[in-house]
């Protein structure tokens, strides 16, 4: 497997060939709305440009099952058994690099909670997840653990069978070919985390939303908006150590 061989498709370089570790995404769907600019303001650090299309901002869920992490020099071994993860994003830029940033990351693995919280500086939360597969629709279930908030997720997918690839320069495009993350401590301290896969195969979706409070902790109600919403198989990825920058 060479994840490297192709980079053509990237907006930018990759500035080193020396990544850390190897992650399996699978089965994932990705939810966005668009929103003022003004309603995300607050909540992404003053160093950091929030990215838009069409004039809008854009918040994303991302849910989706992590199937392995594998250390550099140990593709065969995953550090971590098979879980569950949903994430809520916006994206962003630095010093005009475009990267996604996280408002929150829902998983029930132990590890990514206590060592990828520390590590790469995001804000994740233990959670109670279930994510299954019923003839080709998808249950997703999150409940977020120890919040009076009652913070939680519940939708179900049916994706079509036809696969695309976006076109450079399509919203579909924007919202899911990212290549790095962002993130920042209590000090104000920007990071920046780069990845690298492939081009996403992505399907249409047909959703029902039943639940769904993860925007509550940042006052933002889209809850009579329809989603753009987008299924992928997944893609491998190359992750790359974390970094200083501002």
Request: glycine share 4%.
């Amino acid at each position: 497997m060479n994840i490297l061989k192709d980079t053509s498709h990237r907006p930018f370089s990759i500035y080193s060939k020396k990544w850390i570790m190897r992650q399996t995404w699978r089965n994932l769907y990705f939810l966005h709305w668009p929103v003022p600019i003004e309603a995300l303001r607050a909540h992404v650090p003053d160093s950091l440009q929030i990215d838009t299309f069409n004039n809008y901002a854009w918040l994303g869920i991302v849910a989706f099952v992590m199937e392995g992490i594998y250390p550099r020099g140990i593709p065969a071994v995953s550090i971590t058994p098979k879980f569950p993860e949903v994430n809520l994003r916006t994206y962003v830029k630095y010093n005009g690099k475009p990267g996604v940033y996280f408002l929150s990351l829902d998983v029930e693995n132990w590890a990514s909670y206590k060592i990828a919280k520390k590590w790469y500086r995001l804000p994740y939360y233990p959670a109670q997840i279930t994510f299954r597969n019923d003839d080709q629709i998808f249950h997703c279930t999150s409940v977020r653990k120890n919040n009076k908030a009652q913070i939680a997720f519940r939708g179900t997918f049916r994706h079509s069978q036809e696969v695309i690839f976006a076109n450079s320069g399509t919203l579909d495009h924007w919202l899911t070919e990212r290549y790095c993350l962002y993130s920042t401590d209590s000090n104000g301290t920007i990071y920046c985390g780069e990845i690298h896969h492939g081009p996403w195969p992505l399907q249409k979706v047909d959703i029902d939303i039943e639940v769904n409070t993860l925007f509550s902790p940042f006052n933002i109600d889209l809850s009579n908006k329809e989603p753009i919403s987008h299924f992928s198989k997944g893609v491998d990825s190359l992750i790359w150590n974390i970094k200083k920058l501002h």
